[in-house]
């Protein structure tokens, strides 16, 4: 957690912990995501409850890592504001992803195209909700 008497972080060394941050979400994702296809459970509901376990994965490493929480916003509604926008981006972008191209591409290409868009949008998303800010 930064603290007032900490430097802040510059933009591109947030770019790159957020970076390193999705990468290891993104792991935890594919991989929760492979481990509930072979316990039977249908592509899209088994998408969703793998992104669950991943965003609050890149909550805790976003918030408290890659960007400067900003003290102002409550823990619980940095936490919601995360949760919310990663659901219409990253998990929105994913189902829906999965849901017209599965069939056609297959699973896998599906859900790896669907996180490579939504990765392009989290990062101004997750600014807003740690930090409470777009750009600067």
């Known amino acids: 957690m930064s603290g007032a008497d900490q430097p802040r972080r510059s933009t591109g060394n947030k770019i790159v912990r957020f970076a390193i941050v999705g990468l290891a979400n993104t792991a935890i994702d594919l991989a929760s995501f492979f481990l509930l296809l072979k316990l039977q459970m249908p592509p899209v509901p088994a998408n969703i409850v793998a992104w669950f376990i991943a965003v609050t ?21 940095a936490f919601l504001r995360f949760a919310s926008l990663g659901a219409l981006i990253s998990l929105g ?3 829906l992803s999965i849901a017209l191209f599965a069939a056609t591409v297959g699973v896998w290409p599906a859900k790896i195209g669907g996180v490579v868009v939504a990765a392009v949008l989290n990062f101004v998303a997750a600014r807003w909700s740690i930090e409470g ?3 600067r």
């Open 57 to 77: 994965f890149s909550f805790v490493a976003n918030g408290f890592w890659a960007f400067e929480r900003n003290q102002a916003i409550r823990l619980r509604d």
């Open 93 to 95: 972008v994913s189902s």
């Open 133 to 135: 800010r777009f750009l």
